[in-house]
């Protein structure tokens, strides 16, 4: 996970090293340790490696990480989560609306996330990303994990010349991804 995330820190200080100046410091681990306490969540390794590495990006930044999203801050992330679980069987009545085992890490600004799964809803797989969409039933799992999809925007910034760089980008497609799902 780490060879990834380093192969990514250097495509963007090199081709987008606006957009790197904008993303957070690295969480220390005792703040990690904290954050995991008072949401009463085990964090897996590649996730936390990721917070190890940048902390989001800054909330007056609107530059997307990925897609058109933005990476959100691990205390945001966990925040969003606990507020739409609280929504389960109030708000949300399908039955995988919503997932308590979601972690958003990435948002569009208008309530859609890139998720986090711990629990492997769908394919059994866990740490796969959940496409969640606010007003649509897709659930599409579309990485079959952190590490894959972190590894899919390095091809992206490997095959594109930096004239063609796009302010709305996806990662180079992962083979057999997206699975297409609902939340019906």
Request: aromatic residues 14%.
């Amino acid at each position: 996970m780490n060879d990834v995330i380093n192969e990514l820190e250097q495509h963007l200080l090199r081709l987008r090293p606006e957009y790197y100046a904008e993303l957070q410091p690295p969480l220390p681990d005792a703040t990690l340790n904290s954050l995991q306490q008072q949401y009463n969540v085990v964090l897996p390794a590649d996730l936390l490696a990721l917070y190890r590495w940048k902390n989001g990006q800054a909330a007056d930044c609107y530059e997307a990480f990925a897609g058109n999203s933005m990476f959100l801050p691990l205390e945001e992330a966990l925040d969003t989560a606990a507020e739409l679980t609280s929504m389960i069987d109030l708000d949300f009545e399908l039955k995988h609306w919503w997932h308590e085992q979601w972690i958003p890490i990435l948002h569009n600004g208008g309530g859609d996330y890139t998720c986090y799964d711990l629990a492997g809803l769908f394919t059994g797989d866990q740490g796969q990303l959940i496409a969640f969409w606010h007003a649509d039933k897709d659930r599409n799992v579309i990485a079959p994990d952190l590490e894959r999809f972190i590894a899919a925007l390095n091809i992206y910034y490997k095959s594109t010349d930096v004239t063609e760089l796009d302010a709305y980008f996806e990662p180079v497609a992962i083979k057999g991804y997206p699975k297409r799902f609902n939340a019906g």
